[in-house]
C-alpha cells in the first residue's frame, strides 16, 4: 500500500476449470475509487493486457490475455482460462484511493473477492503490506468477514486466508483501520471510521465497544439499563428468596445432564459464567477416565522443581452428555498426533481456535434448551421468569438449587457412609457447574482428608486438574476472542461487513 492509500492488490486463485472460455470477478462499488494497472500471470508466465475485453471472444481469443470490463459501479477483471484443469492464477490490480482519510483514522472496508461465484475458488490469499513501513497491532487493527478462514498480523504485513471452500453465499471482506500518520491519503471520506466500524460489525460475531455517538445515546441506554437491572434484580431477588425454602436435594439434577442443568442454572441466578459448562464437563471426563492425568518435574527457576501435569486421552467418551463428545474431540485436536496433552499446548491451541472451544458451550446449551423444552419445563418458549416455567420446570429448579444447598452444606448434613464414588464423580461435577467447586472441595475434604482414601485422592487431583484445565482453556479463549474483536487478528466471521466498497456479486467462469 502507498502513502497515499493506493494499494497493489494481490491475489492467488487455485481450482479446476473445466468450462467457459474466463474467469471473470466484479469490482464495483468504488465511488471515488479507480482500479488500473492489471496483471495475471500462471505457471507458464504472464497474460496479455488489451485495451478492451470482449467477453463474446473465443476461447483461443482470449488465451493468455486478459483485461477489465466496464459495468456498473466498476469492473469486472477477466482472463482467458487458457486450459482446462487444475489451474492457480495470480491477479494482481492497483486500486487508487484504497484507504481513505476519516475523522478519526484512516482506512478502508472492501470485498477482495464477491458473492455468488459460480465457480469459486479452492484457496484464496490476500496479502496487505506497506510500500514504506510495517503493519502491526501498534498502528493498525484489521478485521475480516463473510468467509472461514484467519486474518492476522504477520511480519509487518497482514495476510487473510480460507481455510474452506468459498460457497456461493460466501465472499471475502477486508477492513483495515490505520492509526493517523501511518499513511497520507489523498482520499477523504466523511464521516469516523468507528462508524464504518460499527455498521460493519452488526450482524458479526464482533464484540463491539465502540464509544460512537455516546452523548446522543447516553439517556436511552441508561434508562434500558436501569429498568433491565431492576427486572433482573427483582426476579433475582424473588428466585432468592424461593431458595430460602428449598429442601436438600442429594441426587445430580435433571439425571445428571449437564447441558440441561447449566442453562437452567445460568437463567435462575445458579450459575453465572459460561466457563463454568467447561469446567463440569472437563470434571466428567477425568472422573469417567476418558482423561488420565500425567505429572511431569522439570527444572524450574534457580534448580527448583517445577511440576506439572499433563492429560493422555485414555478413551472417548461412549454415551453421556454432547458437551463431553464435543470437548473431547476439541481436545484430540489440540493434543495432535501423541495423545498426550499439555496445558500451554492447549492454551496455544485455544488462543488459535478459540470459536471452536465457545462453539462447544453454545452447541452445548442449544442441547440443553432443547432438553428443557423435550421435558416440559416451559410454558412456551425459553424463558428467564418463574413465571414462564411450568410446574415440572419449577420442580426442577427446586432440585437444581436444593442440590447446590447440599452441596454448600455436605460436611453437615452427609453422613460417612454415603457412595463415595458418587461423591467426586456427581458433586464435584456439578461444584464446577455452579461455579462453587472451591466451596465444595473444602466441604468434601472435611469428611475425606486427602490422604485417607483413593477416592479422596481422586477429588483432589480430579479438582485440581478441572480447575487449571478449564482456566487456561476457557481464558485463553476469551482472551482471543477479546483481541480478535478488537481488531488484532484472528479467525474471520461469517457474518456482517456491511457497507464495503469492491467487490459486488457474480463471477466465477463463463
Not at 237 to 244: D, F, G, M
Not at 272 to 283: K, Q, S
Not at 404 to 419: C, H, P, Q, T, W
Request: contains cysteine.
Amino acid at each position: 500500500m502507498d502513502t497515499d492509500g493506493s494499494a497493489y492488490v494481490q491475489q492467488v486463485w487455485n481450482g479446476v476449470f473445466d468450462e467457459g472460455t474466463e474467469c471473470y470477478f466484479p469490482v464495483t462499488n468504488l465511488g471515488d475509487m479507480t482500479l488500473s494497472s492489471l496483471r495475471v500471470t500462471d505457471a507458464n508466465g504472464t497474460y496479455a493486457v488489451l485495451d478492451a475485453w470482449d467477453t463474446g471472444a473465443s476461447f483461443e481469443e482470449k488465451s493468455r490475455k486478459c483485461g477489465l470490463n466496464p459495468v456498473d459501479g466498476g469492473y469486472e477483471v477477466c482472463w482467458g482460462i487458457s486450459k482446462y484443469g487444475e489451474n492457480r492464477y495470480a491477479v494482481e490490480y492497483r486500486i487508487e484511493g484504497l484507504a481513505a482519510s476519516y475523522d478519526d483514522y484512516d482506512g478502508f472496508l472492501f470485498q477482495f473477492v464477491p458473492s455468488g461465484m459460480n465457480t469459486g475458488p479452492t484457496e484464496v490469499s490476500v496479502r496487505i503490506w506497506l510500500k514504506n513501513g510495517s503493519l502491526t497491532e501498534e498502528n493498525a487493527a484489521v478485521w475480516a468477514f463473510d468467509f472461514i478462514g484467519q486474518v492476522h498480523f504477520t511480519e509487518g504485513e497482514v495476510l487473510a486466508s480460507t481455510e474452506e471452500l468459498l460457497t456461493e453465499n460466501n465472499s471475502m471482506i477486508l477492513m483495515l483501520q490505520l492509526n493517523k500518520g501511518v499513511l497520507s491519503p489523498s482520499r477523504t471520506a466523511d464521516g469516523t471510521f468507528e462508524a464504518v466500524k460499527e455498521r460493519a460489525f452488526e450482524g458479526s460475531d464482533y464484540e463491539s465497544d465502540d464509544e460512537g455517538n455516546a452523548l446522543i445515546l447516553v439517556p436511552i441506554i441508561a434508562a434500558g439499563f436501569a429498568v433491565l437491572v431492576w427486572l433482573g434484580s427483582k426476579e433475582a431477588r424473588t428466585v432468592k428468596k424461593l431458595a430460602q425454602t428449598a429442601d436438600y436435594w442429594r441426587e445430580a439434577p435433571i439425571g445428571g445432564n449437564i447441558e440441561a442443568s447449566f442453562v437452567l442454572a445460568n437463567r435462575f441466578y445458579q450459575a453465572n459464567d459460561d466457563g463454568n459448562l467447561i469446567a463440569a464437563t472437563l470434571t466428567r471426563l477425568l472422573a469417567e477416565g476418558c482423561l488420565t492425568p500425567l505429572s511431569d518435574v522439570e527444572a524450574g527457576f534457580m534448580g527448583r522443581e517445577k511440576k506439572s501435569v499433563s492429560l493422555q486421552l485414555a478413551k472417548p467418551p461412549i454415551t453421556g452428555d454432547p458437551a463431553m463428545r464435543a470437548l473431547y474431540a476439541l481436545l484430540i485436536q489440540a493434543a495432535g498426533s501423541d495423545g498426550i496433552l499439555q496445558e500451554k499446548e492447549l492454551e496455544r491451541y485455544c488462543k488459535t481456535n478459540y470459536a471452536a472451544l465457545l462453539n462447544v458451550i453454545e452447541e452445548a446449551k442449544r442441547d440443553g434448551d432443547a432438553t428443557l423444552i423435550g421435558i416440559d419445563c416451559y410454558k412456551s418458549a425459553q424463558t428467564k421468569t418463574l413465571n414462564g416455567l411450568t410446574e415440572r420446570g419449577r420442580t426442577l429448579l427446586m432440585q437444581l438449587i436444593g442440590y447446590k444447598k447440599y452441596l454448600l452444606d455436605f460436611s453437615l448434613i452427609a453422613e460417612r457412609g454415603v457412595n463415595e464414588a458418587l461423591v467426586w464423580k456427581d458433586c464435584l461435577t456439578y461444584a464446577a457447574l455452579f461455579g462453587i467447586a472451591d466451596k465444595v472441595m473444602e466441604e468434601l475434604r472435611k469428611l475425606y482428608p486427602v490422604n485417607a482414601s483413593d477416592y479422596a485422592r481422586s477429588m483432589e487431583a480430579t479438582y485440581y486438574i478441572a480447575y487449571r484445565y478449564h482456566h487456561v482453556t476457557y481464558r485463553a479463549a476469551k482472551a482471543a476472542q477479546a483481541a480478535r474483536s478488537s481488531g488484532s487478528g484472528g479467525r474471520s466471521s461469517l457474518g456482517g461487513g456491511g457497507g464495503f466498497s469492491g467487490g459486488g456479486s457474480g463471477g466465477g467462469t463463463r
